[in-house]
């Protein structure tokens, strides 16, 4: 089964923490539209990237599928590809 997008953001935030998800002290929706990425994820003819600051992260999602944290590919979106 695939992952949403938005954990696999949640995931690649943990992975740079070193913790598991679950363990995270973040609620993502503070920052930036859960839906919005779910929106963007199911464009995939369009180019684009979706930028967003966490306390102590920058992330970055892009159409190729491509989710970022600090300027690093952590993630690949499956249903991107």
Request: a negative charge.
């Amino acid at each position: 089964m695939e992952q949403s997008p938005i954990q696999e953001v949640i995931e690649a935030i943990a992975e740079v923490k070193g913790t598991e998800p679950s363990k995270l002290d973040l609620a993502l929706y503070e920052y930036i539209e859960p839906e919005a990425i779910q929106q963007l994820a199911s464009h995939g003819t369009a180019s684009w990237t979706l930028s967003f600051e966490l306390p102590e992260h920058q992330v970055a999602i892009t159409s190729e599928g491509a989710v970022l944290v600090d300027g690093a590919e952590r993630r690949q979106l499956n249903q991107l590809l």
